[in-house]
């Protein structure tokens, strides 16, 4: 939008050789600027009172209330943010120009202490500080689960391998990863540390259900590993033979006598196989028949001499 120019019709103004004005972007109409001047702003000197005492400033007229705020930050201890600058009874704006409203060399200003601006201000500290407390736990945190990471891979490389792990030592790690989990729920955040807690959230659930997997293989090969041992125990005790050292075992006038091995046919395939059945017999000896009731007695006769 182009400047709108008007020709000055005030007496005092009349000798200026131009006598033209312009509208500024705030939508004020001021009398169009010396180019020369633009190039080589004047400085003046404002006075601007805080309290009882009168604080005077050197600055560019053309500068803004804002950067008259930040100098006057040394002087009377306030920040820039919390102050009020008033100019002709009411506030300006830290983005308004100085000339724009018409300050000049020596001209008064108030400053005041905005407590409104001050309370945010605090309060955007406070929130700050907590966020730095919130993103310093959180990396903390992440140094620990790295480090509990480093195990849970070991664990892992080691029952893959068909390895044992002591179950307690796993229920002891599932335990440290969830007083991590518990840390990072009591921390509150917001924006980009927010996002830095829900990441170490997921990796400790991630690490907890790979555990519980690992947990539930090592008790299956645990139970697997004595079965192995006992089908091997067995098998052994089958392949060898029997030995009975009192196979010949004798009772009063009579003995038992191992029976002799029937010879069987050999194979089709052509293989010699070579078979020994041993009878068997019990510790206690076979008791003998007991005589017929029925049993006729020699009657003999004897002569009296």
Partial sequence: ??????????????????????????????QKRDPNEEHNPLTIRVRVKYGSIYHEINISSQATFGELKKMLSGPTGLHHEDQKLMYKNKERSSKTFLDVVGVKDRSKMVLVEDPISQERRYVEMRKNAMMEKAAKAISEISLE??????QVSAHESVISKGGKVAEKTL??????????????????????????RKIQVKRVQKYVESLDVLKIKNSIQVQEQPASRNQEHGSSNTDRPRSFPNSRRSVGNFSSIPTVPKPQQPSTSGEVVVTTKWETFDSMPTPLPAPPSNTIHPKFSWDLL
């Fill in 1 to 30: 939008m182009m400047p709108m120019r008007t020709t000055a019709t005030d007496p005092d103004l009349s000798s200026r050789a131009t006598g033209e004005w312009e509208v500024r972007p705030g939508g004020m109409l001021v």
């Fill in 171 to 196: 229920l002891v790690l599932i335990e440290l990863l969830m007083n991590q989990l518990l840390k990072l729920d009591e921390i509150t955040a917001e924006g980009d540390v927010k996002l830095q």
């Fill in 145 to 150: 689960v790295d480090r509990l990471a480093g």
